[in-house]
Structure formats: structure tokens, C-alpha cells
């Protein structure tokens, strides 16, 4: 029942950090938002680690560092997805995706095993993930191959993270996550000092790389997104504008946040089975939408209050179960 709890909480509190990386992400470009976002998160579970303790051991910080690596491929296919489009279909199925794929590991691979009411529960979650995840008010089209492909992909890396965080010893404490975080900051640095180094040999200033340009959708280092607000150059929308300085906190705050649900998420798979785990933590979205609708204002659609009452009432038969 504990870990059914915390995985909710968990999915609650990555929807927040896809939260404030997607509005920072409106000022600054979403690479450097994940790359801010991981600095920060990284230093949050430095600070824990020694409070917490932790057995470093080749293995965990292998299946650690796997696990940034699988964060960052979920990214770069979230990225593409939105590029690509539609996000009404395309949102929903990742967030589907991310839930099936270590739910099936779990019960298939693992063997575990479940009660009538936990099975019951688990199909209660994957209707509520679609209906959370759904996008309201974007013209539904038919997708491409090429998006389903990479939806597919961006669910599965996400799933991926999941199974991979599930396969570290009890003892290692916090260690796989400060070597996820830290893989997450080397390459996603990497990847800004790169498009620095471009910008200045075509006569630009190198701090012209941390401004939006194309995709802006402020990924977590986990892989999560806020997909809801996310939008292209070509076909966004404009916002208030808030300072570069606020979203600079805003970044950081969306990685300590990240860090945090990492944490829960982590406890979770440790006390509880991996397919009870999965399932509700890909109900993340729930959490942006009701940031959304109490910070911005934004009506939240029927079909969404729907999916986040299912949420609640599978959160309740998987912690029963």
C-alpha cells in the first residue's frame, strides 16, 4: 500500500517539475532547461546521499548511468515527437507506452504476481493515463508512422528508466541516481557547449544558444514533458513573458522536483512490484494539468477530470491489492 502511495505521489510530483521546465522552457531553450534542471537535481541528491547512504558498487552505478541514458533517449524522442505531431494522440500513447513496457517486464520477466482487485486496478490506471493524457483542443489528425515509431520509443525509453532503477541492490541508496543525474549533466553540458561553439564561429554570441528556438518543451531529465503547453516555432502561441532570470529558478526548481519524484519513485520499486509501480507513475501528467489549472488559470477538460478520478480510484484498488 505504501509504495502504490508513493508511486502516486512520485507521478504528482514529476507532473509539477514537467510543470515549471515547460514554462521555463518559453524563455530558454529546452536542451539547456534539462541541462539546468539536471545541474540542479544532481546537486539535491549529492546534499542527500551522505543523510541517506548508499553502497557504491560497479554494478548500481552501471545500471545508474544506463538509466541517464535512457532519460536522455526519451527526451530526444520526445523532442521529435513534437515536432512531428499530433501531440493528441501522440502524448497519450508515450505516457501509455512508459506504463506497459515495465509492466510487462514485471509480471512477464520478474513473475510477479497480483490479486483480481491489483489486475482490476492495473486496467483502471492505463484508461486513466489516456484520458489524463489527452490534449484537449488540438485538431485530431490521423499520425504518421514515423510518429507512432517515436512515441513508441519515448514511452519505452521512459519505461526503460523504470526497469533499469528496478534492477539496483537495496543498499545502494541514492548512488544510481546521482549516476543517472550525472550522466544526464555530462552529456546534456556537452550538447550546450557544442551548440555554443557553433554559434560563435558563425559570428554569434555564444549565450545566444540559452534563447528558444524551434521545439520548446522543457524535458526532464527523467524523459518526462510537459506536452500540453509544448509547442514548435512555427506554431506558437504567445505567452506572457516571464524574465530570463525567473526562469532560470524555474529550471532549477523543475530539477529539484525531478530529483524528488526520482527519489519516491526509486523507495516505491524497492517496497512494492514493478507493474503496480509503473502504472501509476505514468499518470504523470496529472500533476501538470492541476499546476496548470491553479497557477494559470486553465480550464481542465471534462475528459481530464474524468481520467484524474480514475487515477484516484486506481490508485486506491493497487494499494488494496
Known sequence: ??????????????????????????????IVVTAVAGLSGLIALAIALPLVGGVWTLADMAWGALAGLFGLIAVALLYACLAVGPMSILSPLTAVISAIAPMLWGLLIDGETLSPVAYAGLGVALVAVVLVGFIPGEKVVRPSARGLLMAVGAGAAIGGFLIV??????????????????TTVVVTSAIVAGLAMVAVRRGLAAASVLTPAGTSVGATPSGHADLEHASTGATAVPQPASPVARAWWLAIVCGVVDAAANVLLLVA?????????????????????????????????????????????????????
Not at 165 to 182: F, I, K, N
Open 269 to 321: 520499486l524497492r517496497g512494492g512490484e514493478l507493474s503496480i509501480v509503473s502504472a501509476l507513475t505514468a499518470l504523470y501528467p496529472a500533476g501538470t494539468i492541476l499546476l496548470a489549472a491553479i497557477v494559470l488559470r486553465e480550464r481542465v477538460a471534462g475528459i481530464q477530470w474524468l481520467g484524474l478520478a480514475l487515477a484516484l480510484v486506481a490508485g486506491g484498488m493497487l494499494a488494496l491489492g
Open 165 to 182: 532503477l528496478d534492477q539496483t541492490a537495496t543498499d545502494s541508496g541514492l548512488v544510481p541516481l546521482v549516476m543517472s543525474r550525472a
Open 1 to 30: 500500500m505504501i509504495s502504490a502511495v508513493l508511486a502516486l505521489v512520485g507521478a504528482l510530483l514529476y507532473g509539477a517539475a514537467d510543470f515549471f521546465g515547460g514554462v521555463a522552457a518559453k524563455r530558454l531553450r529546452s
